[in-house]
T-cell receptor
């Protein structure tokens, strides 16, 4: 069974800093990987989806990379803002499966 | 507006009293699923549905039932709730299982 780990569990940075969130998974046979943002009381919002054949995806200040062979993905946030404060979740969809497997998330606080 | 709507948002109930959490999506998605989120365990899938009248168990199905009689609705039924089902529940939908997932705002359930 796929296991997804996110380190660190919590991160606090000053506004304006560039930062990297890490995600690792145990089985490299994945179909795709998705990064989500979770805000209290607002559910999860999909940020980026990377297909297994891709190396990275970009959306605005966000860039997600995927190294399938090593079982790793990173989410890079440029010029962080207080509005980026949230929990970021990584989820992988296996080649042979019917669901996403989620990490436990990184709680990010951006200090003004 | 594309959305997944869950109701109720908050629910406190007593052990053994049957309850239903509703989920509806307006995006004509084929795939719908239910997750529960617990501290330290992340999101775990309860049930999923690939299409109308097609449902299957996820990783933690015990104590839950679902039905998919219409494409847009996917209710979660707890026939006899127990305290260990106290959790934050999310409904999600996507065009296919591995595509971008849209989540509802969550239902916080407390069973006493």
């Amino acid at each position: 069974k796929q296991e997804v780990t996110q380190i660190p569990a919590a991160l606090s940075v000053p506004e304006g800093e560039n930062l990297v969130l890490n995600c690792s998974f145990t089985d490299s046979a994945i179909y795709n990987l998705q990064w989500f943002r979770q805000d209290p009381g607002k559910g999860l919002t999909s940020l980026l989806l990377i297909q297994s054949s891709q190396r990275e995806q970009t959306s605005g200040r966000l860039n997600a990379s995927l190294d399938k062979s090593s079982g790793r993905s990173t989410l890079y946030i440029a010029a962080s803002q207080p509005g980026d404060s949230a929990t970021y979740l990584c989820a992988v969809y296996p080649d042979t499966g019917n669901q996403f497997y989620f990490g436990t998330g990184t709680s990010l606080t951006v200090i003004p | 507006e594309a959305q997944v709507t869950q109701n109720p948002r908050y629910l406190i109930t007593v052990t053994g009293k049957k309850l239903t959490v509703t989920c509806s999506q307006n995006m004509n998605h084929e795939y719908m699923s239910w997750y529960r989120q617990d501290p330290g365990l992340g999101l775990r899938q309860i049930y999923y549905s690939m299409n109308v009248e097609v449902t299957d168990k996820g990783d933690v199905p015990e104590g839950y039932k679902v039905s998919r009689k219409e494409k847009r609705n996917f209710p979660l039924i707890l026939e006899s709730p127990s305290p260990n089902q106290t959790s934050l529940y999310f409904c999600a939908s996507s065009f296919l299982g591995a595509t971008e997932a849209f989540f509802g705002q969550g239902t916080r359930l407390t069973v006493v």
